[in-house]
Structure formats: structure tokens, C-alpha cells
């Protein structure tokens, strides 16, 4: 199936560990993109990559970390996780970074931090 | 004031009834606008964009676009119980590649 894929599908941790988020695309896009959704559906972009240069950092603490080894992926890291990180993490992919381009949306990770 | 504001709801219609989903934005730069859906649970799916203004249909879904009032909304006809979820409106700067969210309205339809 061709799609944007996230691992793990569920992570619960503890405050202060560190844990990764993985995203794969197998459409071939250029550009992707993480995203975070709160508690009110509120959903806010954190970074984007396009050709695994970065080209949207919004202000997001320096513990969330991402990396792009190739085009087809893109990691979070998060260091030292607080409460308020609980939330549901989606990555995304487009074709490019055109105003046009639709993005897709993976299934999400929702990080749950105790 | 937000930059995409959409009412939270929940809008109730009956069966087959008309849909009207409205969605605001502050930025008059702003270039393309986006419909997604999104049920529980599940990611987002886009439903439909458009950046001219006027109207624009895809099959039950009709997008409309006023600039000058900044002013986006999308049109559900003959709304089914399974076009029950969260839509949100997203909206895109040409001099950004950001997609700026709105929080959603959620739409419940009646059987």
C-alpha cells in the first residue's frame, strides 16, 4: 500500500525519558512534515523537510528533535518528555512545497507521558 | 485573534438535510484554503481545496471562497450519518509553505 506510515502507533512513557517517533512515505514525495494535535483537536505544525532540508521549524522546545535521513523519512526525537507533551503526533508528506500540493497525513502516534 | 477560527459545534443536522461548515482567516495573503475531515481517532483527509473565488463542487461537496470577506465555508448536501466527524479548515500563505489549522467543527448527522 502506498501511504505515510508511523511507528509506534501508541508510546506511553514516563516524564524525562527520551523516546522517537519514525515516519516513512512511500509516495515519492519531496517535502514532509510533523505535526502536533492537543487534547482540542488543535493541530499545529512543528517541522518540515523538503529534500531533508529543513524548512519549517516553528517554535517548538530545542527537546523535540527532528532528522531526515532521506526524502522517504523522518524522525522525531524527544528528549526529556514533560506532561504537556501528551499528544497525538501526525507526519505528513507532500509532492512538494507548492501551495497547491495536497498533504497526507499518517495514522498518527499518540504519546501519552505519566 | 486566531488565524483560522472555526466554530468548535457541534452543528446537528438531520439526514439528508444541508451542511454548512463556516471557517474565518485573518491573513488576507493567504492563497489556499483546504477542507479536511477527520474522525475519531483517525488522521486528517483532505475533502477539497480551493484558491479562486467563488465556488467549487465535488460531487456532495461545494467549497466558497470570498477574499475580500476572508471568509471560506464548505457545503455538505444530503449529509449522511457517516459524514459524522471533525472538519477542519486549513490555510496557506503563498509566501509560506506552513498550513495554518483551524480547531475544527464537529458535525453530527442525524438518522
Known amino acids: 500500500d502506498t501511504a505515510v506510515s508511523q511507528t509506534p502507533k501508541y508510546l506511553v512513557t514516563q516524564m524525562g525519558n527520551d523516546k522517537s517517533i519514525k515516519c516513512e512515505q512511500n509516495?515519492?514525495?519531496?517535502?514532509m512534515y510533523w505535526y502536533k494535535q492537543d487534547s482540542k483537536k488543535f493541530l499545529k505544525i512543528m517541522f518540515s523537510?523538503?529534500?531533508?532540508?529543513?524548512?519549517i521549524n516553528e517554535t517548538v522546545p530545542n527537546r523535540f528533535s527532528p532528522k531526515s535521513p532521506d526524502k522517504a523519512h523522518l524522525n522525531l526525537h524527544i528528549n526529556s518528555l514533560e506532561l504537556g507533551d501528551s499528544a497525538v503526533y501526525f507526519c505528513?508528506?507532500?509532492?512538494?512545497?507548492?501551495?497547491?500540493?495536497?498533504?497526507?497525513f499518517g495514522p498518527g502516534t499518540r504519546l501519552t507521558v505519566t | 485573534q486566531k488565524e483560522v477560527e472555526q466554530n468548535s459545534g457541534p452543528l446537528s443536522v438531520p439526514e439528508g438535510a444541508i451542511a454548512s461548515l463556516n471557517c474565518t482567516y485573518s491573513?488576507?495573503?493567504?492563497?489556499?484554503f483546504f477542507w479536511y475531515r477527520q474522525y475519531s481517532g483517525k488522521s486528517p483527509e483532505l475533502i477539497m481545496f480551493?484558491?479562486?473565488?467563488g465556488d467549487k463542487e465535488d460531487g456532495r461537496f461545494t467549497a466558497q471562497l470570498n477574499k475580500a470577506s476572508q471568509y471560506v465555508s464548505l457545503l455538505i448536501r444530503d449529509s449522511q450519518p457517516s459524514d459524522s466527524a471533525t472538519y477542519l479548515c486549513?490555510?496557506?500563505?503563498?509566501?509560506?509553505?506552513?498550513?495554518?489549522f483551524g480547531s475544527g467543527t464537529r458535525l453530527l448527522v442525524r438518522p
Open positions: 486549513a490555510v496557506r500563505k503563498d509566501s509560506s509553505y506552513k498550513l495554518i
Open positions: 523537510y523538503n529534500n531533508k532540508e529543513l524548512i
Open positions: 480551493i484558491y479562486s473565488n
Open positions: 505528513a508528506s507532500s509532492q512538494g512545497t507548492g501551495w497547491a500540493y495536497e498533504q497526507y
Open positions: 491573513d488576507r495573503g493567504s492563497q489556499s
Open positions: 509516495l515519492g514525495h519531496d517535502t
